[in-house]
């Protein structure tokens, strides 16, 4: 993932983006179960101190929809680390999936929160 993805144009939060996409690429070549485990706690301390980062950012102009989405991400995570610790999901497949919601939530929320920041 080139760094343009994670470009909101506040550089606090685009630093943690790129951490967050690192961890996710980390994930992805972890060779072990153990290894793999380790990199997903990671990634969900990484991404709940992130959260916790940009809420308190913007403070009260954090909008209810930012909180929202925060809620179905940390839930849509859980859920797909549970199928991958099942064996529903691999881990390639799981690694997309991070990745692609990292990309989405960027690309769709990065403009809105650039506004806030003014």
């Known amino acids: 993932m080139g ?5 909101t144009g506040i550089p606090e939060i685009d630093k943690q ?19 793999e485990q380790e ?13 916790n980062f940009v809420a308190s950012f913007f403070d009260i102009k ?3 929809e930012f909180q929202k989405r925060q809620r179905d991400i940390r839930e849509w995570v859980a859920i ?10 691999a881990q390639k497949n ?5 990745s692609g919601i990292l990309l989405h939530n960027v690309n769709t929320m990065g ?6 920041e003014s």
């Open 3 to 7: 760094q343009a993805i994670h470009s």
């Open 17 to 35: 983006h790129q951490a967050l996409s690192a961890l996710i690429e980390h994930y992805r070549c972890a060779s072990t179960q153990l290894e």
């Open 39 to 51: 990199y997903l706690v990671r990634l969900t301390e990484s991404m709940e101190t992130h959260f």
């Open 62 to 64: 954090f909008p209810t």
């Open 80 to 89: 797909k680390i549970e199928q991958r610790n099942l064996g529903m999901i």
């Open 94 to 98: 799981l690694a997309e999936e991070l």
């Open 111 to 116: 403009t809105k929160l650039q506004s806030l």
